[in-house]
């Protein structure tokens, strides 16, 4: 799951050019997404995992790392 | 008498010092705290050599430590120059050295980007990392620990500068918007009328320093006593935190780009939260879509909704409150100006126009800048001199906006008379975006242009002419221009193509190609 959300964070929305990013790498407040990005994420983890994510579920604790993202979506 | 802006906290500790002058999550400065802090940080500058007037960049994202920079850079005499810690090194560089600047402020969370710039620029001085590694260093600690007893306050007189603000410039230098004590004052002053505010206030400040609706909360907050809260990154970034955090500070003032309201109230959740508090809001930086703007206000209807539109050269300039929801999709008016501007409505040979017809917007005001950091020629291209007597002329802002006064004198946005947009909040320039990329050697032509999607998206494209199709990559062409410029200036999409639709006259037709990539001809 985590080799998925990276690999999309990499290649469709990441604002610099990465060569990797780490699980626990804080996402929003190193500027690796912007807003927008963050959309867009939202709907590609709802396609790929068959989820629905909630508009109150999106927040800093369940969506700053990918590891958080992960154990968020699994609860899921 | 308040005229700089060291006075504004001055004030603020003498009447207020217990309040919470600022506050960021579950931290907070005291109006007293910050006041002493500002001074031990100008003591510090001081004793490091900074002279009045000298240059101190903010390199930091949204935290607390932004206000102890703002106010005891300028409490030392210097000019505060924010720089979003997300440009690329390059313009970084190129802001630092084209105003000159030996200081920079930062926060540890930013050092792997600060190490970088120092690279190229080893002589910068640099307060906010670990004083151990390097004797140019010296941590925040540092900072508050030291004694003051010899530091005496210089004077600050209003025309003094204050801000440097960067914005793009159409060669592809990004361009100095210098703004003194008093224009900033004004604003403060302004603001703080138009929404009545007192120190009962709590302001929202989503914006990042670089940014000058933060100007609002980093100012005219504590012009009042208000509280105002700094939103930190992620919280901006997600709609359901942010309106969690705007709803549990009880904020009562926000002023924000239509964007964050937008995606408030899409992701927000704000039927269950409660905005009770809410007095104002204040949108401004580009067009609100109008249902949406009407959505809203439905939800909040004891809240009063303002736009509020100008260029950073004269920071605002037009309010337009707006007493119940926009009954039709006519765009909404940029509104009146303050009471102490005037304008003009110019057509292309400098005359003014019919009542009604559209024209350039000239303004004149007390928030106007003192001109462009070391560019006379561009300062004096931007201003409209009306000569009353030899020696005595009334200056005038050219926005570069294309407007029309309405039926009740209220000023209504047409467009830009060049090719600046507005994108997200963001200012681009187009014709810095293909000035960077006409650097690219496998690049022979190119067109940036703005295509609006289905749903009314609008998107970034770039197409090129190259000078050797097989040799060249899109993807080296992106990395290319995240090197060089800011990320929301970067393209979303590049398409190549053997030859440009053209005009009768051979030059590049922009339009034509913004009509096939909307007709997918391209």
Known sequence: MNDKIITYIKEEIAIMPLDSIDVHEDLLGSGIVDSLGMMKLVVFLEKEFQVKIAPEDMTVENFDTINHISEYLSKK | MIYNLSQILEQSAERFPDKEAFKCLDKALSYAV????????????????????????????????????????????????????????????????????????????????????????????????????????????????????????????????????????????????????????????????????????????????????????????????????IFPDAYVKLPASLSMLAAKEKITLWFSVPLILMQVLMHGDIDNKDFSALRYVRFGGEVFPVNQLRTLMKKWPHVKFINSYGPSEVARCTYNILVEPPQTDDPIPLGTVWGNTEYKILDEKDQEVKKGDPGE?????????????????????????????????????????????????????????????????????????????????KVNEVAVIVTTKEGGDRELEAVIRPVDKATIDIRELILFCSAHLPTYSIPQKITLLDDFPRTGSGKIDRNAIVRQIENNAL
């Open chain 2, 361 to 441: 917007l000239v303004v004149r005001t007390g928030t106007r800048m003192i001109g462009y950091w070391n560019n006379k020629a561009l300062t004096e291209k931007s201003f409209f001199r009306i000569s009353q007597v030899s020696g005595y002329d009334h200056i005038y802002y050219r926005t570069g906006d294309l407007v029309r006064e309405n039926r009740k004198e209220e000023l209504m946005f047409l467009g830009r008379i060049d090719r600046q947009i507005k994108l997200r909040g963001y200012r681009i320039e187009l014709d810095e975006i293909e000035a960077v990329l006409q650097q690219n050697e």
């Open chain 2, 34 to 229: 910050l006041d002493e802090k500002a001074d031990q940080l100008a003591a510090f500058l001081i004793k490091s050599g900074l002279k009045k007037g000298d240059r101190v960049a903010i390199y930091m994202n949204r935290c607390l430590d932004t206000a102890i920079a703002v106010y005891g850079i300028l409490r030392a005499g210097g000019v505060f120059v924010a720089i979003n810690p997300l440009l690329p090194a390059n313009r970084s560089l190129l802001i630092i050295n084209d105003c000159g600047i030996e200081f920079i402020l930062t926060t540890v969370s930013q050092q792997t980007k600060v190490k970088e710039i120092l690279k190229e620029s080893p002589l910068l001085k640099v307060v906010g990392l670990s004083d151990e590694e390097n004797e140019n260093w010296v941590s925040w600690n540092t900072i508050f620990t030291k004694s003051m007893e010899s530091f005496k306050r210089p004077t600050i007189v209003e025309e003094d500068l204050a801000s440097i603000l960067y914005t793009s410039g159409s060669t592809g230098v990004p361009k100095g918007i210098m703004h003194s004590h008093k224009s900033l004052v004004c604003l403060a002053k302004l603001e703080a009328d138009l929404h009545h505010s007192t120190h009962l206030d709590i302001i929202g400040n989503f914006a990042p320093l670089h940014f000058d609706q933060s100007l609002f909360g980093y100012f005219s907050g504590p012009l009042v006593g208000a509280t105002t809260v």
